[in-house]
């Protein structure tokens, strides 16, 4: 609508979609779309390296050494020393066998380990050279009646992995257990049980010479401790907020470039006149005055 002969030119949606897919701000849309592209994934890899370091870890296992040189009688089995790998020289006392009730054939079972109905670990003192006893639990039955509990009588030599006492909470349920079985393998109530020194936790076997004739109970390798690295989380909702902020100045530049583009742009139809100076103002000259 012409006003004052100056007429005012609408923005149109195509100048609008123009401005929008112009090269500068193409080139723009491109590069945001690369910067959310590479720090999504830069979050997502540190968000893993977080989540990964909350996982237990295979911690070093070394080779088997004799028992004697990492459990002494007195001591406390101590957490470091679960899972370690021994061997133990000596001879079973068949006379103090045990069986531990409600057990499975793997101590890390889903589930737990213990479990009502599910067999039995054969407990069986053994003397070793130095007159102390190991406890060691020499496989999994599943009846009394196996005749894998039958004790060899002769000398052997067992590798196995060191175990903690259990807790000795559920030791009262002994007594409602049949003679000759046990609940726990619960260093305090087998020094009770059995004559000799003691040594602190139990073995459990993986081999023997003579070959086990019960079932071996599988003992994972030791782990060791996980510790979430809390920095990881933090980089990764950092390179996250980058991401947000570059959408942020994305719609910045993007709204400031469609605004000027719809600034009426004013264009002159009947442009008026430079009025020509007047040649008797410049033929007669004021007086100055002094």
Known sequence: MPVGGLSVVP???????????????????LLVIGVLVAFTLLGRWQLAVFEESGRPAAAADPAPVAVESLSRVGQRLT???????VVAEGVYDAAGQLLVADRRPDVEAVG????????????TPLRLDDG?????????????????VAVPAESVKVTGRLRPPDQSDAVQRSGALP????ATVSTAQLI????????????????????????????????QGAALTWRNLAYAAQWWIFALFAVFMWWHFVRDAVRTARTPRVS???????PEPDPESDSHPEPVSR
Request: charged residues 15%; glycine residues 10%; aromatic residues 6%.
């Open 132 to 148: 102390s006893t190991l406890a060691v639990v020499r496989g999994w039955v599943g009846t009394p009646q196996d005749p894998a």
């Open 79 to 85: 957490s470091d020393l679960a899972g370690r790998q």
């Open 268 to 274: 002159l139809t009947n442009p008026e006149s430079t």
């Open 11 to 29: 923005d149109t949606v195509l100048a609008m979609l123009r401005t929008l897919f112009s090269l500068r701000l193409v080139v723009l849309h």
């Open 112 to 123: 737990g380990r213990a479990a009502s109905g599910a067999g039995f670990w054969l407990l």
């Open 192 to 223: 009770n049980l059995w004559d000799g020194p003691l040594h602190d936790g139990f073995l459990i076997a993986a081999t023997q010479e003579p070959p086990l004739t019960a079932t071996p109970v599988a003992v994972p390798p030791p782990t």
């Open 179 to 182: 003679e000759g079985q046990v």
